[in-house]
């Protein structure tokens, strides 16, 4: 922390972070920090999985314009099931600059849990991370009318079912602008 004075008060920290949103906080610290490591993951055979923040921001540009195609608008609530992995970090953001609200739902948590997470929250659309979580939703989709999509990040083999999808769909609908979608923000 060089040169920067410890905040000690709860007015300093509203005072430095007053009119803004996380989406502008996080444009800020990637064009200040580009190259610098922001993520990290445990590879599977050992080792590391890295990511700069410029990294991070394009994966987030990508899910953000994959998710605006996916129809998912500002007020709308997005379900996130899935263990502690890197893509949670992406379409988490990718929500908040489209001025939508992630909701996490607890690995753990049984198909009853779910449909009352998922129905309360009203949410549209569910990102979970593989078979087993989506098995879970599958059995509370019936009760969930305003569930119309629900990705999966490693999708079993065979077909899926109808407004089941792979999330590497997500990611192909180009890149969007995330300065001009943090501009849109508003606390």
């Known amino acids: 922390m060089s040169g920067l004075k410890p905040l000690s ?50 994966q987030v540009a990508a899910a953000a314009a994959g998710l605006r195609s996916a129809g998912l ?6 379900l996130l099931m899935m263990r502690n992995r890197p893509d949670f970090h992406w379409f988490d953001a990718a929500a908040q600059f489209l ?16 449909e009352y997470l998922a129905g309360h ?15 879970r939703i599958l059995k509370v989709r019936g ?15 065979g077909p899926l079912p109808d407004g089941v999808h792979p999330a590497s769909d997500l990611m192909k609908s180009g890149s969007a602008d995330l300065g001009e979608l943090a501009a849109a923000t508003s606390p």
Do not use: C
Not at 73 to 78: F, I, K, L
Not at 143 to 157: G, R
């Open 73 to 78: 608008q500002s007020g709308q609530r997005m």
């Open 121 to 135: 929250a009203e949410a549209e659309i569910a990102i979970v991370e593989d078979n087993g979580f989506l098995e």
């Open 9 to 58: 008060t709860i007015a300093e920290i509203d005072a430095l972070s007053a009119g803004r949103t996380v989406p502008q906080a996080f444009v800020d610290l990637v064009t200040a920090n580009p190259n610098a490591p922001a993520l990290h993951s445990m590879k599977a055979e050992g080792g590391w999985n890295s990511w700069s923040y410029q990294q991070f921001a394009d």
């Open 99 to 114: 001025s939508a609200t992630p909701v996490s739902i607890y690995n753990s948590s049984s198909p009853e849990e779910i």
């Open 143 to 157: 009760e969930l009318p305003n569930l119309h999509q629900i990705y999966v990040i490693e999708p079993p083999d």
